[in-house]
């Protein structure tokens, strides 16, 4: 089962930062946080994934909390081509999906 | 240039049928994974196979039948198609066991008539 809590649906304006939450309270210390996203029916597709400090590539950021039981998924220029399920994925032996957010960029 | 495929893409067929999947990762990693993807969007883990080995087996109906040839390949075939087979099945792969990124094909879609 997914050990993630995300909100199942998100707005956000175009050119606009995304911001999407995740909690992951029971996460062990040794864990990874992973972001992924799925775009209509296509495979799902990594984005970013850190452990204890924040990361940034060329997709987004991800800030983790001091005491690891949360995290923001930042898009900082949300396009219309960013509409897609987020997942937010603790990576113990195997990845568990959750339910997702569904962001939707809106014109 | 694919790094991860599946074919076919999608699978149309009659309940009762056997039917194979084939997936195949050109990355040189030595995990892939099956999973499925049913119509309420949840993406569940069914197999997980490292050096052509088996490591994970969810509570998947042993009609479903992995097989690893070599590393670079995990099919996974089903017996007996049933009406809730239907979904997306996604292939992926990762460099090693764990804590690595898992890259996913693009999914078969398979339909039980």
């Known amino acids: 089962d997914a050990k993630t809590t995300q909100p199942p649906s998100m707005d956000c304006a175009e050119g606009r930062a995304a911001n999407l939450p995740c909690n992951h309270s029971?996460?062990?210390?040794?864990?990874?946080v992973y972001w992924y996203r799925q775009i209509h029916s296509q495979g799902p597709q990594y984005i970013i994934h850190?452990?204890?400090n924040n990361e940034t590539n060329e997709m987004a950021s991800l800030i983790i909390t001091e005491d690891r039981k949360s995290s923001t998924l930042i898009l900082p220029h949300a396009t219309l081509r960013d509409t897609a399920v987020y997942y937010c994925i603790v990576r113990g032996r195997d990845m568990r999906f959750g339910a997702g957010t569904r962001l939707t960029v809106k014109p | 240039d694919t790094a991860v495929s599946q074919t076919p893409k999608y699978l149309v067929t009659q309940m009762g049928n056997d039917k194979s999947i084939k997936c195949e990762q050109n990355l040189g990693h030595d995990t892939m994974y099956w999973y499925k993807q049913d119509s309420k969007k949840f993406l569940k883990i069914m197999f997980s196979y490292n050096n052509k080995e088996l490591i994970i087996n969810e509570t998947v109906p042993n009609r479903f039948s992995p097989k690893s040839p070599d590393k670079a390949h995990l099919n996974l075939h089903i017996n007996s198609l049933e009406l809730g087979d239907s979904a997306v099945y996604f292939c992926?792969?990762?460099?090693?066991?764990?804590?690595?990124?898992?890259?996913f094909g693009p999914g078969t879609r398979l339909l039980v008539l």
């Open positions: 850190g452990l204890k």
């Open positions: 029971t996460i062990s210390g040794n864990e990874y």
């Open positions: 992926a792969s990762t460099p090693r066991l764990a804590g690595e990124t898992q890259y």
